[in-house]
């Protein structure tokens, strides 16, 4: 089975970077960017499992930013990162993306 992969879309590089070494750590492929139009433009044949997007990045596009994801990548799943990703917040976002990234598919999600 193929690893896992995520997309962090995300304007601060810290942020990011912190995000991507938790991610790798967990064994998930991990690719980063700072804009949506960067999340739009990447590489073809990445198909994430999951978005992880901040909410400022999403700001002016909204549900358009969001049916272009899911026009893109049909079984991904898109969740907003909080404000703050500091210590519990982050230990509480890995769990959840440990979680999505266990579901056989996006149908899983009516199950939680």
């Given at each position: 089975?193929p690893?896992?992969?995520v997309?962090?879309?995300?304007p601060?590089?810290?942020?990011?970077r912190?995000l991507?070494?938790?991610?790798?750590?967990r064994?998930?492929?991990?690719?980063?960017?700072q804009?949506?139009a960067g999340?739009?433009a990447?590489d073809?044949?990445l198909?994430p499992?999951?978005?992880l997007?901040?909410?400022?990045?999403?700001?002016g596009?909204g549900?358009d930013l969001?049916s272009?994801i899911?026009?893109?990548?049909?079984?991904?799943?898109?969740?907003f990162?909080p404000?703050?990703?500091?210590?519990?917040?982050?230990?509480?976002l890995?769990?959840i993306v440990d979680?999505?990234?266990?579901m056989?598919s996006?149908r899983d999600?009516?199950?939680v």
């Open positions: 089975m690893p896992k992969s997309m962090v879309v995300h601060d590089s810290s942020v990011r912190a991507q070494l938790a991610l790798e750590n064994g998930i492929r991990i690719a980063t960017d804009t949506s999340l739009l990447c073809p044949g198909r499992d999951l978005v997007l901040d909410r400022s990045v999403a700001a596009q549900i969001l272009e899911s026009r893109k990548w049909k079984e991904t799943v898109t969740v990162l404000e703050d990703l500091g210590g519990a917040s982050l230990g509480a890995l769990n979680r999505l990234l266990g056989r996006t999600l009516l199950a």
